[in-house]
């Protein structure tokens, strides 16, 4: 039987001590303010192992009194804490668990981006409204730089 996805509060769950990639969690939290969080964290027992950054970011949202973000994978709960939509990953066990985490690292690394593309999209952005840009992670000289290297 598959368990069933379900929010555990983000004070309850640890980060997955052997992770080694380091992610910018001012970035995501700042994602996060802006667009909310729609996604989810990969646990096994009440480690994630997959969603560190994304924990770090909410525990230091949640810790800074920041208001309470939109999106599908939180909730509020009565006493004002914060819950996240968590993956059970119980029926791996734990040398699964940890290669699902590096799975999930690596399928992302393996990806390549389209330059034009993303440029295109960042430029439309930027044209509209340059802290929602700001908030993708690029800023303007990011874009300028991406432009450069198109011409």
Do not use: C
Not at 72 to 84: A, I, N, T, Y
């Amino acid at each position: 039987m598959t368990p069933t996805p379900t929010f555990r509060r983000v004070q309850d769950l640890e980060p997955w001590d052997r992770n080694y990639n380091r992610g910018d969690v001012p970035a995501i939290a700042l994602s996060i303010q802006v667009f909310g969080f729609n996604g989810r964290l990969a646990v096994h027992g009440s480690t994630v192992m997959a969603g560190n950054h994304a924990l770090a970011a909410l525990r230091q949202l949640e810790g800074n009194e920041a208001p309470f973000p939109a999106g599908q994978g939180l909730r509020l709960e009565e006493d004002g804490s914060w819950s996240v939509l968590v993956i059970p990953l119980d029926p791996l066990s734990r040398p699964q668990a940890e290669a699902y985490a590096i799975a999930d690292n690596r399928t992302r690394d393996l990806a390549t981006t389209d330059d034009e593309q993303l440029a295109a999209l960042l430029s439309a952005i930027a044209e509209e409204d340059a802290a929602l840009l700001a908030a993708t992670g690029y800023e303007q000289d990011d874009l300028d730089k991406l432009l450069a290297s198109l011409d």
